[in-house]
């Protein structure tokens, strides 16, 4: 319970502003802690402070260290600051904690994961589908024509196919041949955090100015929001139905066609019409 730097389930001392140490000086360690006890000060106020205001300026300043394009009393690009925060509260934990038990709730908290997937559409027995994931803690989402975050998210999930001269390079695992067939890029979410932080970009460029523009679109969000059909289960569980669905369909066609040729080929002319 340092006074400043409350951590704890600690009452609040009635005091003025916590100081803020000049970071001249301050090791890269200790810089990285003291975001990380600002940061907890400012929490631990807002959770528990009976005050209706609180002075975050000791944060701003502890600020400094991460480095911002402009000014820390100005205003700043938000996913930036967002992830340089995470980074200096991580370095902060593991400085803090040589036990790592924070960062380890820390990271089951707010880490999330992405797979970008290349899924053949031909020569599936021989080709296989590979996956790239990449670790982070917030998802951007497209604004620009979209209603709602679920369609934003439906956007991102989307599949691209990749034909003609964008076929994608496959390697067979079993007989190491090399081929480029046609296929699908997507990118879904394969690991969600327990607090999942998604930023709208509403700032776009307009490519008859050339300038920057904001998007004031209205974008609506539910009070729940299922996560599953954007996940790796919920894309395969996806896939698995649109098979059938295609099985089905064919098995349809030929019954119909085997019908058309029993009865003197009418049927046949119905389903190419």
């Known amino acids: 319970g340092q006074e400043g730097g409350e951590d704890g389930p600690l009452g609040l001392a009635a ?56 000014d820390v009393f100005q205003q700043n690009d938000a996913p930036e600051f967002y ?12 400085c803090s904690d040589p036990s790592l038990r924070a960062l380890k709730e820390y990271e089951r908290c707010f880490g999330m994961e992405l797979v970008n997937q290349s899924i053949p559409k031909e020569r599936t027995e021989a080709f296989k589908p590979r996956e790239k994931s990449d670790s982070l803690m917030q998802v951007e989402l497209k604004v620009a024509n979209m209603d709602s975050v679920e369609d934003s998210l439906s956007e991102m999930v989307k599949d691209e196919l990749m034909d003609g001269d964008n076929k994608i390079e496959f390697e067979s695992e079993l007989t190491g041949e090399v081929a480029k067939l046609v296929g699908v890029r997507r990118t879904c979410i394969s690991k969600l955090p327990n607090v999942l932080v998604l930023h709208l970009k ?17 974008c609506s969000f539910p009070q729940a929001l299922d996560m599953l059909p954007y996940t790796k289960e919920g894309m395969r569980a996806k896939d698995k139905r649109s098979q059938a669905q295609d099985t089905q369909a064919n098995a349809e066609k030929g019954a119909q066609k085997q019908a058309g040729q029993r009865g003197g080929g009418a049927g046949e002319e119905e389903v190419a019409e």
């Not at 360690?29 to 205001?53: G, P």
């Open 15 to 70: 005091c003025g502003v916590a100081p803020s140490l000049p970071l001249e000086g301050d090791s890269g360690a200790r810089q990285a802690v003291r975001v990380l006890e600002q940061t907890q000060r400012t929490f631990l106020h807002l959770a528990r402070s009976e005050k209706r205001f609180f002075d975050p300026r000791p944060l701003v300043e502890a600020s400094r260290c991460m480095g911002l394009e402009y």
């Open 83 to 94: 992830d340089k925060l995470m980074h200096k509260l991580e370095e902060g934990l593991r």
């Open 202 to 218: 509403r700032f776009d460029l307009d490519y008859t100015t050339f300038e920057t523009i904001k998007l004031n679109g209205r």
